[in-house]
Each structure stands twice: as C-alpha cells, then as structure tokens.
C-alpha cells in the first residue's frame, strides 16, 4: 500500500517539534522506508526531530477495524535523498493489549 495522507493527523505542536499519528495497513518496515512520506510529493510538513504514532490495522483502518501493532518512529532526516525525503527511524515498538 502506498503512504495515505488522509490518514496522518498533526497531533500537537511543541517548540520546533511536532507529533503526528498516522493509521495505515503497511508494515512499521514499509512506514521507514526513505521516502516513505516526502513533504513535497505529500504535501506535508514533517521535520528532522519530529515524533510519528504509527497504528497498524488489519483489513481496514476504521474505528470498525482491528489494531495489529503500534510503534513509535522518528523522523531522523528530510531531505537527505531529494528536497522533500523524509527518512523514518526503525519502529520503536509499544505494547498493544486487551485483558477483556
């Protein structure tokens, strides 16, 4: 699947810093792919530093679906490859449980 703009959400803004959710049903290894979002083709603004809660769904991305995984990511450069190229750390991975 290919990155969904209508699914990434600027949660807040702190600083020179911002947080963003993004909902997808591409794998957190699909997500830091460089190039993954790009700012310029996207028309988005993340930035060097910037924090992204990665929700993973399996069969749709709707309050109706199911949540695989969750993992944080760091945008760790933009722009290194072309002038909008965002590079994503690794998935730092959070615990997703239901006990009931």
């Not at 792919?33 to 990665?54: E, H, K, P, S, W």
């Not at 769904?57 to 309050?63: I, Q």
């Amino acid at each position: 699947m290919a990155f969904d703009s209508t699914q990434l959400v600027l949660m807040s803004v702190g600083g020179q810093f911002q947080r963003w959710r993004y909902d997808t049903l591409d794998t957190h290894a699909t997500v830091d792919t460089l190039d993954y979002f790009n700012n310029l083709d996207d028309d988005q603004g993340i930035r060097a530093g910037d924090i992204m809660d990665v929700i993973v769904w399996t069969g749709a991305v709707s309050s109706t679906g199911t949540i695989s995984t969750y993992g944080t990511h760091i945008a760790m450069t933009v722009g290194s490859t072309d002038p909008g190229s965002v590079d994503m750390s690794t998935v730092t991975v959070n615990v997703v449980t239901n006990t009931d």
